[in-house]
């Protein structure tokens, strides 16, 4: 028979204390010892809050738990947000605390009773005699975890310092609901969150820049003095109240993320492992629900190892699936100012939605009366979702805010679009977007990425795309449809797609050039020529000639692609751009020869007709664009007449290292939209008619462009006016597809309903 475990747990908050309950409860015979080196009643921070979902979970995994907390908590649904002295308020959110202090005493006191070994104001011995002396240890000591420092080179933790400084403290009265309030002051935009945790007490937390803290001169200010500064400031939130502090000092947020959670028979939980940001309240919640499914792992599986394997393979997912949703937070509310001026119900739905986990339809399902409220000061004619108001770009009207975004088909025959192009792009004009978009079409020979691209070179071209662009406006009246006109650069002369993308051809390969003499994949690809004066001014002539061209074709939009690594793209960033004259250097020079394009090629652009750029807001990679310089090439372009950008990210180099999850390149649009007041088309992992609702209530795009979902579906812009039961001017149905409006009817699954009982 086997021995019952031995666990050592470091670090005596939330979940180290439950991991040892849990443990115990389901062996009496174990023999679990836990270490704090602070005292017991020591605790950061005043409130929790807890979900439902993490309450469930907890009731059935130890009721006594579980009794013991529903007798704490304070119960509210509401959320007030108050900027500039108006109080916009949404409910049906259901939130639950309790105090922090509380909450640890239940734990100890479970501890306890079931024969856990408590040592409060104990170090912990080194964590390899841990390892020696037990079979399980347990890292729970927190962000600043020494367990995990001392195993740095197994667990390679990655620690974030985020641009924010923040406070916890305390007011002695309850708040009726939680509260965002914003402040306005000489120094820069701070913000109050606040909530209740007892029937006489509440959570304060006030944040701002880095730079704004400074400025407001909290960096010399004491704990005493600081929290005195703090109620002045947010004297009407707290109605002349003071606040209180608990040790309490400013600190700048830290995101751990950690590559592995476990060494040998040590394992990381809670913020030892992860952490996520306080403005979506998960750092309890994701140290309780480690600890159960730690505890469930131990059980099941048969030997330690399968056990601590399992929980990370449990949790992993969900621990990254919070901390994006937590930097989407984060970020939101790092970049405060750019939405102050934004109308008061769209601030109050940006604020709502931040995180991307409350959505457009979710909150009309908590709050239908405050989100018909958002939906009307955006405009929303009655019935009508926000992604099927129209929208006006330039003297182009277009009637919903669906874009077919620019997918490369590789499909042509020396640059000529045939019917494959005919069917791709027709079909989904037909399927109902506002716009639908080309791939990148080149504008040279050598400016194709593969022999399979499509050019305006030739007239031949120029006809074949006519026959598109007819199609469209004839079988489709109302769909606008766009060039996305480009030149490769460095990125040229490679296979299809779907064999081998980005590697050179095996034959017949064509000479490459760029900015500077960089090639995209070390060692594979071709280094390409750096391009002089003369030729920089050959391939202007070749934008401006296909440009020419595309007028005759009958498009009704012109994008300019500068993003992805492709020739102008690869003169923007310094990654790829390290020329010494007028065309490299600083921003200003980097931009000169895109926007020298975009200038030559507005001139031959049909004046009415409307002519966007898509950039590339972030190379994924150190040292290249920057936020701070997107927004700079945005405003550069937009300077020089650009109706709208197209706001993507990446594929500049190959090192890169995106942040890939929903909506992930978003806020880059969100950023420039709202920094410049221009408008932006959204693109990167948007995947559902909820996500295009709630980016555009948000003012975080005018335009959605979506690439996999038309792929997956051509319909989907009709099919998602049928999901939300409209059938406006919006997303009109093709009169020989109109039978096809509603699904067809299924076969019955539902059996007839018993009736009698027969014995």
């Given at each position: 028979m086997a021995r019952p475990l031995r666990v050592a747990v470091v670090g005596g908050g939330p979940g180290g204390l439950y991991a040892a309950a849990l443990l115990k409860r389901l062996d009496p015979a174990r023999e679990i010892t836990v270490w704090e080196r602070g005292a017991p009643e020591d605790t950061f921070g005043f409130g929790v809050v807890l979900s439902d979902e993490t309450l469930g979970g907890i009731e059935h995994a130890d009721p006594a738990v579980h009794t013991a907390l529903q007798r704490e908590f304070v119960r509210w649904d509401d959320i007030d947000i108050v900027h500039?002295?108006?109080?916009?308020?949404?409910?049906?959110?259901?939130?639950?605390?309790?105090?922090?202090?509380?909450?640890?005493?239940?734990?100890?006191?479970?501890?306890?009773?079931?024969?856990?070994?408590?040592?409060?104001?104990?170090?912990?011995?080194?964590?390899?005699?841990?390892?020696?002396?037990?079979?399980?240890?347990?890292?729970?000591?927190?962000?600043?975890?020494?367990?995990?420092?001392?195993?740095?080179?197994?667990?390679?933790?990655?620690?974030?310092?985020?641009?924010?400084?923040?406070?916890?403290?305390?007011?002695d009265f309850a708040f009726d609901a939680f509260r965002f309030e914003?402040?306005?002051?000489?120094?820069?935009?701070?913000?109050?969150?606040?909530?209740?945790?007892?029937?006489?007490?509440?959570?304060?937390?006030?944040?701002?820049?880095?730079?704004?803290?400074?400025?407001?001169?909290?960096?010399?200010?004491?704990?005493?003095?600081?929290?005195?500064?703090?109620?002045?400031?947010?004297?009407?939130?707290?109605?002349?109240?003071?606040?209180?502090?608990?040790?309490?000092?400013?600190?700048?947020?830290?995101?751990?993320?950690?590559?592995r959670w476990s060494k040998g028979n040590t394992?990381?939980?809670?913020?030892?492992?992860?952490?996520?940001?306080?403005?979506?309240?998960?750092?309890?919640?994701?140290?309780?629900?480690?600890?159960?499914?730690?505890?469930?792992?131990?059980?099941?599986?048969?030997?330690?190892?399968?056990?601590?394997?399992?929980?990370?393979?449990?949790?992993?997912?969900?621990?990254?699936?919070?901390?994006?949703?937590?930097?989407?937070?984060?970020?939101?509310?790092?970049?405060?100012?750019?939405?102050?001026?934004?109308?008061?119900?769209?601030?109050?739905?940006?604020?709502?939605?931040?995180?991307?986990?409350?959505?457009?339809?979710?909150?009309?399902?908590?709050?239908?009366?405050?989100?018909?409220?958002?939906?009307?000061?955006?405009?929303?004619?009655?019935?009508t979702p926000p992604m099927f108001t129209p929208f006006q770009l330039g003297e182009l009207t277009l009637r919903n805010r669906v874009v077919v975004s620019a997918m490369d088909m590789y499909s042509a025959v020396d640059g000529v679009p045939a019917?494959?192009?005919?069917?791709?792009?027709?079909?989904?004009?037909?399927?109902?977007?506002?716009?639908?978009?080309?791939?990148?079409?080149?504008?040279?020979?050598?400016?194709?990425?593969?022999?399979?691209?499509?050019?305006?070179?030739?007239?031949?071209?120029?006809?074949?795309?006519?026959?598109?662009?007819?199609?469209?406006?004839?079988?489709?009246?109302?769909?606008?449809?766009?060039?996305?006109?480009?030149?490769?650069?460095?990125?040229?002369?490679?296979?299809?797609?779907?064999?081998?993308?980005?590697?050179?051809?095996p034959t017949g390969n064509w000479p490459v050039s760029a900015a500077s003499p960089v090639p995209y994949l070390p060692g594979v690809s071709q280094t390409p020529h750096e391009l002089d004066h003369s030729q920089l001014a050959s391939i202007r002539e070749q934008f401006t000639a296909a440009a020419r061209r595309a007028g005759r074709a009958g498009f009704d939009l012109l994008e300019l692609h500068c993003a992805h690594g492709y020739l102008l793209s690869g003169f923007l960033s310094p990654l790829t751009n390290h020329r010494t004259d007028a065309y490299g250097g600083p921003l200003a020079n980097r931009l000169r020869f895109p926007l020298e394009v975009f200038d030559a090629v507005r001139a031959d652009w049909p004046a009415d007709r409307p002519m966007t750029v898509r950039i590339s807001a972030t190379d994924w990679a150190p040292g290249g664009t920057t936020p701070e310089d997107a927004v700079e090439i945005a405003r550069a372009f937009t300077t020089h007449g650009a109706d709208a950008i197209d706001v993507s990210t990446?594929?500049?180099?190959?090192?890169?290292?995106?942040?890939?999850?929903?909506?992930?390149?978003?806020?880059?649009?969100?950023?420039?939209?709202?920094?410049?007041?221009?408008?932006?088309?959204?693109?990167?992992?948007?995947?559902?008619?909820?996500?295009?609702?709630?980016?555009?209530?948000?003012?975080?795009?005018?335009?959605?462009?979506?690439?996999r979902p038309h792929l997956h579906d051509p319909h989907w812009t009709l099919h998602a006016a049928a999901d939300q039961g409209y059938a406006g001017p919006g997303a009109p149905w093709p009169l020989p597809y109109l039978a096809g409006s509603r699904p067809p009817p299924t076969g019955r699954t539902d059996g007839p309903k018993p009736r009698l009982t027969l014995r």
């Open positions: 500039r002295g108006r109080t916009l308020t949404s409910g049906g959110h259901g939130f639950a605390a309790l105090g922090r202090r509380r909450l640890l005493e239940i734990m100890r006191e479970r501890c306890a009773g079931l024969g856990v070994t408590l040592h409060f104001r104990t170090e912990a011995p080194p964590a390899g005699r841990l390892a020696d002396e037990y079979d399980l240890v347990i890292a729970a000591d927190g962000a600043g975890s020494r367990i995990r420092a001392a195993y740095a080179d197994v667990f390679e933790p990655s620690v974030t310092t985020h641009g924010c400084r923040y406070i916890w403290l305390a007011a914003i402040a306005e002051t000489e120094h820069g935009v701070m913000q109050l969150h606040g909530y209740p945790y007892t029937e006489s007490a509440s959570t304060v937390i006030v944040e701002m820049r880095e730079e704004v803290w400074r400025a407001a001169g909290f960096d010399r200010l004491d704990e005493t003095q600081s929290t005195e500064q703090c109620a002045k400031i947010f004297a009407d939130a707290l109605g002349g109240r003071p606040l209180r502090s608990n040790a309490s000092a400013w600190t700048a947020f830290r995101t751990v993320v950690n590559k394992v990381l939980i809670g913020d030892a492992a992860h952490t996520a940001h306080f403005s979506i309240g998960s750092g309890t919640k994701l140290a309780v629900e480690d600890a159960l499914a730690l505890a469930a792992c131990v059980e099941e599986q048969p030997d330690l190892p399968a056990a601590l394997a399992a929980y990370e393979s449990e949790r992993r997912p969900v621990v990254e699936s919070t901390q994006r949703a937590a930097a989407a937070s984060l970020r939101w509310f790092e970049e405060l100012a750019t939405y102050t001026d934004q109308p008061p119900r769209q601030f109050a739905f940006g604020l709502l939605t931040r995180s991307r986990r409350v959505t457009h339809d979710n909150l009309r399902l908590r709050d239908e009366r405050f989100t018909r409220a958002v939906e009307d000061e955006f405009g929303c004619p009655p019935g019917d494959f192009h005919l069917v791709h792009l027709g079909g989904r004009a037909l399927g109902g977007a506002g716009l639908v978009m080309t791939e990148m079409v080149c504008v040279s020979p050598e400016g194709r990425i593969t022999p399979g691209c499509t050019g305006l070179y030739t007239d031949q071209q120029g006809d074949a795309w006519r026959r598109i662009t007819d199609f469209v406006h004839t079988q489709s009246p109302g769909t606008a449809i766009g060039v996305q006109l480009g030149h490769s650069g460095r990125k040229g002369s490679t296979r299809l797609m779907w064999d081998g993308m980005d590697e050179p051809l990446g594929q500049v180099v190959a090192g890169e290292r995106p942040e890939f999850g929903r909506s992930y390149q978003t806020p880059y649009a969100d950023l420039i939209r709202n920094t410049l007041a221009v408008p932006v088309v959204a693109v990167g992992a948007i995947s559902s008619w909820d996500d295009v609702n709630s980016l555009l209530l948000a003012g975080r795009a005018d335009l959605c462009a979506l690439a």
